[in-house]
């Protein structure tokens, strides 16, 4: 190791022990599955904001977003607006309302009040079948173990980046630290790891974007090296692609490409890991300050993130190799030795974000949705919080398969996003805003966006971004299913009700 790059790796090592350190230590509070699952409700508006931004910005915000602001410039700035939305809107639509229905539901076999710790669980209970949790559940295990593959490719980056190493020594290191502190501590491990990495991830994109700016001269220099590569980069209204060593300007950014990176904002409402904090929140009634901060955190994050894609290409031209690594190029040429692997981790920081909640949500899902709904109902928390381990260490596996064979970090997180968020997004709008939804019709909504999404980009002509039909799909198989399946019972509409009323009444639900 050179005598040089050892303050990096001291940093870099000294940040995964604490991580480990906090699942080792949570590890003592899981005692049954709403624990591991959901942290047991007890998520305050601060931690539970913080951990659904960093859980959403994972490492494509240092690695494919920048990437992409350093190849195309500012025609991806739709995509940051329509992030920011999405994300504002499903706090005020979803997540006091799904806050409520988990918690306050019905175990529509028993009759009897039992929350709902998994998003399958909760459709399931909600519509009285187990049809849907068994879709459900598959969807999620399928985008699932895509979405951790984006993560685990963008590690095997970083760790090339700090320690030297190939991709796929990188790809097994990271997957082994994430698994670990994920199979030990939970949930909530999984969101207060989520809070220190949030604040680092903050951290760096804000310290690297104005370190950047001042190498380059200040924001008219930037302005004006920008416009010396390409006018057109400054423009979010016309096409640029970086081609045989130069940025060369095309025709007007298509209708078609706006509304593709604005519909990244729908991927919100479906996303399990984010409803994971919904309804891991401690009260319902703390959205309204959470909102608030979760839009600050969104417009600053991929702010800034997009801004360093835009400093790269002053500082260094058409000539870096990986677009995708301009974050971490500017770290390694700007910031002094002993501070790369702190802000390298910041790399680190977005994908355990990200994966270590989707390791947990994939975990519960198959103890809870597969294991205990179809296999063994009797089966003790005790028993359901160890399988969730062992599944965590089996879709790690499966992860890191898909990561070996490669691909864009933003591409895999895309097709990802698309997949839950057409399957899920309807569905659950659906559930917590009309009594009137059936479980025919949220069966045929799943499906329809699930599969829209996987078929879509085969047959795909115009460029368009499969969650626009995808999403579109599942809202038209929620409303043609609905209409010709049955209507719900009248003990689905009364639990339904029940929620949107004073506990009293809700006692007086009919049994099954």
Not at 17 to 26: E, R, S, Y
Not at 52 to 80: C, E, H, R
Not at 178 to 205: E, H, K, N, P, R
Request: net charge neutral; hydrophobic share 55%.
């Amino acid at each position: 190791m050179d005598s040089s790059t050892t303050p990096s790796v001291v940093a870099f090592v000294l940040y995964l022990v604490v991580m480990l350190g906090i699942g080792v230590w949570f590890m003592r509070q899981n005692d049954s599955v709403a624990d591991f699952a959901i942290g047991g409700r007890r998520l305050g508006t601060f931690t539970a904001t913080l951990s659904a931004k960093a859980t959403d910005s994972s490492s494509w915000v240092f690695l494919g977003l920048p990437g992409a602001f350093y190849v195309s410039g500012m025609q991806n700035v739709w995509m940051i607006v329509g992030l920011t939305v999405g994300f504002y809107v499903s706090w005020r639509l979803v997540a006091g309302r799904l806050r409520e229905h988990s918690e306050l539901g019905f175990d529509w076999r028993s009759g009897r009040r039992s929350e709902s710790v998994t998003l399958p669980a909760y459709l399931a209970n909600r519509f009285h079948s187990d049809s849907l949790r068994l879709v459900s559940a598959v969807f999620i295990m399928v985008f699932y173990v895509v979405y951790l593959g984006s993560g685990l490719v963008a590690t095997g980056l970083m760790f090339g980046q700090v320690f030297g190493v190939s991709n796929t020594t990188g790809i097994l290191i990271g997957a082994g630290v994430v698994m670990v502190y994920s199979c030990l501590g939970g949930f909530l491990a999984s969101s207060y790891t989520d809070v220190v990495q949030g604040i680092l991830m903050f951290v760096s994109l804000a310290v690297v974007s104005v370190v950047a700016l001042v190498n380059v001269g200040g924001p008219a220099a930037l302005a004006q090296g920008v416009a010396d590569a390409n006018p057109d980069l400054a423009s979010p209204f016309v096409e640029v692609a970086l081609e045989g060593g130069e940025w060369v300007s095309g025709s007007s950014v298509a209708v078609v490409a706006i509304v593709s990176a604005l519909a990244w904002g729908l991927g919100y409402f479906g996303q399990p890991h984010i409803l994971a904090r919904f309804m891991g929140l401690r009260t319902s009634e703390s959205t309204k300050s959470a909102r608030r901060l979760g839009v600050f955190l969104s417009v600053t994050l991929l702010g800034f993130a997009g801004v360093i894609g835009m400093l790269a290409v002053v500082t260094f031209g058409p000539g870096l190799d990986n677009p995708e690594n301009a974050y971490a190029a500017l770290v390694d040429a700007l910031l002094p030795s002993w501070m790369v692997g702190i802000f390298l981790a910041g790399i680190l920081a977005a994908i355990m974000s990200t994966a270590d909640s989707q390791l947990v949500v994939a975990a519960t899902t198959l103890s809870e949705d597969f294991y205990r709904a179809f296999v063994n109902r009797a089966a003790t928390d005790r028993t359901l919080v160890w399988i969730s381990r062992v599944t965590v260490i089996l879709v790690s596996a499966v992860a890191v398969a898909i990561a070996l064979r490669g691909g864009t970090v933003l591409g895999l997180v895309s097709y990802a996003w698309a997949g839950f968020g057409a399957a899920f997004g309807p569905v659950v709008l659906a559930a917590l805003y009309s009594r009137r939804t059936t479980w025919v019709g949220a069966l045929a909504g799943m499906l329809a966006g699930g599969i829209t999404v996987v078929v879509y980009p085969l047959v795909d002509t115009i460029g368009l971004y499969e969650l626009v039909p995808g999403f579109a799909a599942g809202l038209l198989g929620v409303w043609v299913g609905n209409r010709l399946g049955p209507a719900p019972s009248e003990q689905v509409r009364a639990q339904y009700d029940a929620v949107r009323v004073p506990a009293p009444h809700a006692e007086r639900v009919p049994a099954a």
